[in-house]
């Protein structure tokens, strides 16, 4: 059974950092992009970062840019997402996702409906 397990949200102020970790289990994930989404009540969920777990190639979306960084541990399985410089509308669901990354191209990788596993989220709240 595969699993995507998301751990690190919670409080924090306007500027601090935060991290995300996101362990997979059940498969070996060494042929699969993953990425990090967001959801903020009433909006729709966006895509914040990926990496490519093989070669380590990432992408960001521009409103994080410069502030967020995405990576992976191939020794402890895990990805993270250190977020700096967090901002109020940073205030999200924080959702771990996987694809296979064939099926990714660089149009498609931002769509959530191409992401076949999901973790069960994590909350981020930057106060003001």
């Known amino acids: 059974q595969v699993q995507l397990v998301e751990s690190g949200g919670g409080l924090v102020q306007t500027g601090g950092p935060l991290r995300l970790s996101c362990t997979p289990s059940g498969r070996t994930f060494s042929s699969y992009y993953m990425a990090w989404f967001r959801q903020a009540p009433g909006k729709e969920r966006e895509f914040v970062t990926g990496i490519l777990w093989s070669a380590g190639n990432t992408h960001y979306a521009d409103s994080v840019k410069g502030r967020f960084t995405i990576s992976r541990d191939n020794a402890k399985n895990t990805m993270y997402l250190q977020m700096n410089s967090l901002k109020p509308e940073d205030t999200a669901q924080y959702y771990c996702?996987?694809?296979?990354?064939?099926?990714?191209?660089?149009?498609?990788?931002?769509?959530?409906?191409?992401?076949?596993?999901w973790g069960q989220g994590t909350q981020v709240t930057v106060s003001s």
């Open positions: 996702a996987a694809a296979t990354a064939a099926w990714l191209t660089i149009a498609t990788l931002k769509l959530a409906g191409k992401y076949d596993y």
